[in-house]
């Protein structure tokens, strides 16, 4: 993507282009993690007014229930009111789930906007609106479990495909610890390059092997089944598994720069294809490719399972704790855009059950390993440019409700009407809470905020200029906002 006149624009090429050599094939790249990797060609944005250089969305699939962690009335009446109760943050005035202790007392780092909505109570159109930043369909789209082309492009990809690229050559996107997938079958459409290209798919780490589709949450130690009346018969057996990063067997680092080599001379033959985006994607894959293989730090990145001791115990040695520690770790490598899933399987769409699950399984998991994060990217002087969003794709309803033939005791339903997001570091005002939902926590009572303007919020942080877009392949121009950033979350504004 080069800007020409203020727009950011792709150069449209053939597919074809990027079969006319074969370098990864060359390099004998075999791993089990490497087959998704897709790149873009980015320019630098220029100046900006935005802070970040990371931003961070942890996306909580299934939907957070915001009565039970952020928006809390203890006020309501029975059959709306739960059974926790809110606890004072280091912050007057502000109150969140008294099992939210660590969060509680790191307030003055983070903020919150209780009053995000959408039109949709659909767990398929509920991700694609918040993972695209995006609350309408485009022409096409079919609500099903396919990704496709004609998709809007996720916030990953349009934030990816606009940042200046790590110059470690590593993805300017990466999503982990897993592809979001449904326990029907299929997979979650919203998270992939759709009208800009599968070039722009982020690329995926895939740490958390996909198991028995009957089990959720944080494993091992936090699983929790599907059905509380009618568990799964047998144990979760997923095991987290770090990238491997590992040379193929008889290719030695000499071997290796003997074909980086003749890649090079290769490079000298195929000058036409200098200036397709494709190619330019190609050479990004192969320099993701090699930098993951050669590179120490970014291998100590992706090695989050034999972390030291005292850092396991902060973070979790759990798929939460892990994979949060290895989002920090990339922010430290210079990852521009983390997508983080605490969970598949809609892990957080608490039907029944909801307050011993939250208590026992999804909240401590979360609770540690979010303020390991937050105290390590503060200590590290990096909370300043990462900025931290956490959202699901909908919230829960105000009235609880209880599947008596799957589960003992009551939950909540999906609700896009209003849901809580955290957000925190990266320009965000510490100690701030944003628009307020009503008195049942049913729909927003001041200062509504839409998908739109959460991925503003981020591609603000980032700097990427209000009036960016990018053209695809027809040259037809796409804006990247599509509305105006949270100005009264921002420091400074």
């Not at 370098?23 to 790249?29: F, Q, R, S, T």
């Not at 957000?423 to 944003?434: K, L, S």
Request: contains cysteine; glycine residues 10%.
């Amino acid at each position: 993507m080069r800007p020409n006149n203020g727009v950011w624009r792709h150069v449209p090429v053939s597919r074809r282009t990027a079969v006319q050599a074969g370098a990864l094939g060359l390099l004998g790249l075999g791993t089990n993690h490497l087959g998704a990797l897709r790149a873009a060609d980015s320019q630098d944005t220029g100046p900006g007014a935005g802070s970040a250089k990371t931003v961070l969305y942890i996306f909580l699939s299934g939907g957070l229930a915001q009565h039970e962690s952020f928006d809390l009335k203890p006020a309501a009446p029975d059959g709306i009111r739960g059974e926790f109760q809110p606890i004072q943050t280091a912050t007057p005035g502000i109150h969140i789930s008294e099992h939210l202790p660590g969060l509680a007392q790191r307030s003055e780092r983070w903020a919150l906007v209780r009053s995000l909505t959408h039109p949709t109570n659909g767990h398929t159109l509920g991700h694609y609106y918040m993972l695209t930043g995006r609350s309408t369909t485009p022409t096409g789209f079919k609500g099903d479990r396919v990704p496709r082309p004609t998709d809007w492009p996720s916030i990953m990809s349009v934030a990816g495909d606009a940042v200046t690229p790590p110059q470690n050559n590593l993805p300017p996107a990466i999503v982990l610890p897993e592809r979001l997938v449904h326990w029907q079958g299929g997979t979650i459409p919203g998270n992939y390059g759709g009208q800009m290209g599968a070039q722009h798919d982020p690329y995926f780490i895939e740490a958390s092997p996909y198991g028995n589709p009957l089990w959720r949450g944080a494993y091992p130690g936090y699983s929790l089944s599907d059905s509380s009346r009618n568990p799964p018969k047998h144990p979760d057996a997923r095991e987290f598994q770090a990238p491997s990063l590992t040379l193929p067997v008889g290719l030695t680092r000499g071997r290796l720069d003997v074909r980086r080599r003749l890649l090079h001379e290769l490079d000298g033959q195929r000058q036409a294809l200098a200036e397709h985006a494709e190619a330019a994607a190609f050479d990004r894959q192969r320099g993701s490719a090699i930098a993951m293989l050669t590179d120490p730090k970014i291998r100590h990145a992706f090695d989050v399972t034999r972390a030291a001791p005292k850092v396991q115990e902060r973070y979790g040695a759990n798929s939460f704790g892990w994979s949060l520690l290895m989002a920090y770790r990339l922010t430290e490598a210079g990852v521009p855009l983390i997508q983080v899933n605490l969970g598949n399987n809609e892990t957080w769409d608490t039907h029944g059950d909801a307050f011993s699950r939250l208590k026992e399984k999804l909240f401590p998991p979360t609770d540690r390993a979010l303020c390991a994060l937050l105290d390590d990217l503060e200590a590290s002087g990096l909370l300043d440019t990462t900025m931290i969003v956490m959202a699901g794709e909908f919230g829960r309803t105000p009235k609880l409700s209880t599947l008596d033939k799957v589960f003992f005791k009551p939950g909540r339903d999906h609700w896009g009407a209003v849901q809580s997001a955290f957000f925190a570091g990266g320009g965000i005002r510490g100690g701030t809470v944003v628009g307020s939902s009503d008195a049942i926590g049913a729909y927003p009572d001041a200062d509504p905020q839409r998908p739109e303007n959460m991925a503003a919020t981020m591609y603000h942080a980032l700097g990427i200029p209000h009036t960016a877009a990018w053209k695809d392949e027809l040259e037809r121009p796409h804006q990247i906002y599509h509305a105006d950033p949270i100005h009264a979350l921002l420091a400074g504004v």
